[in-house]
């Protein structure tokens, strides 16, 4: 099976600060790859596919990038609506996977 | 507008066999290209895809937990169905349904129901 590896797996910031998670995979997944918001019991929150193609209604603060096997999300200005943990999550061959998470606290 | 929810036993003993069902609207499993799936989180714990099931009756399973999962539908109904059987402590979740997009996401989510297996 396909490992997703998620760093940090906490993170402190400022509102305004530009923030970024990475993800890698134990190997090729490109190009399926998404990521989600989920807040304190609460379901996932679906922000970005294929990479880098962003949900319907997700904020442009929001962008994602990479290939092959390292990925990352990037907020460009922290907003206090974004604390929140977030998960990568892979898909190959009938399979799907998530990373561990990413817990984005304020500072 | 796409609306899921999940239901189910809050509290099942182990051995025991596990039905949860998901009901949903604002569109149809015998449309094609729709797929659907099932996910679950322990508690403080990660995101884990359990199944899948598209509009022709494909279903795709967890590696890890194949032996154990039946997923199903009831397109009459616009209803999911999965069990899961010989239940362990190490089940208690919160298990999600979530409509399965073409590009490997999961676009819409239910609430989620907490199953407790004890």
């Known amino acids: 099976d396909i490992q997703m590896t998620q760093s940090p797996s906490t993170l402190s910031a400022s509102v305004g600060d530009r923030v970024t998670i990475t993800c890698r995979a134990s190997q090729n997944i490109s190009p399926w790859l998404a990521w989600y918001q989920q807040k304190p019991g609460k379901a996932p929150k679906f922000l970005i596919y294929k990479v880098s193609s962003l949900e319907s209604g997700v904020p442009s603060r929001f962008s994602g990038s990479g290939s092959g096997t390292e990925f990352t999300l990037t907020i460009s200005s922290l907003q206090p609506d974004d604390f929140a943990t977030y998960y990568c999550?892979?898909?190959?061959?009938?399979?799907?996977?998530f990373g561990q998470g990413t817990k984005v606290e304020i500072k | 507008q796409v609306t899921l929810k999940e239901s189910g036993p809050a509290l099942v003993k182990p051995t025991q066999t596990l039905t949860l069902i998901c009901s949903f609207s604002?569109?149809?499993?015998?449309?094609?290209?729709?797929?659907m799936s099932w996910i679950r989180q322990p508690p403080g714990k990660a995101l884990e895809w359990l199944a899948r099931?598209?509009?022709?009756?494909?279903?795709f399973y967890s590696t890890s937990l194949k032996t154990r999962l039946s997923i199903s539908k009831d397109t009459s109904k616009n209803q999911m169905v999965l069990r899961m059987t010989n239940m362990d402590p190490a089940d208690t979740a919160t298990y999600y349904c979530?409509?399965?997009?073409?590009?490997?996401?999961?676009?819409?989510w239910g609430q989620g129901t907490l199953v407790s297996v004890s």
């Open positions: 979530a409509r399965t997009t073409e590009y490997g996401g999961f676009d819409f």
């Open positions: 604002g569109f149809s499993l015998s449309t094609s290209g729709v797929r």
């Open positions: 999550q892979m898909y190959k061959t009938y399979s799907y996977t």
């Open positions: 099931i598209d509009w022709d009756d494909d279903k």
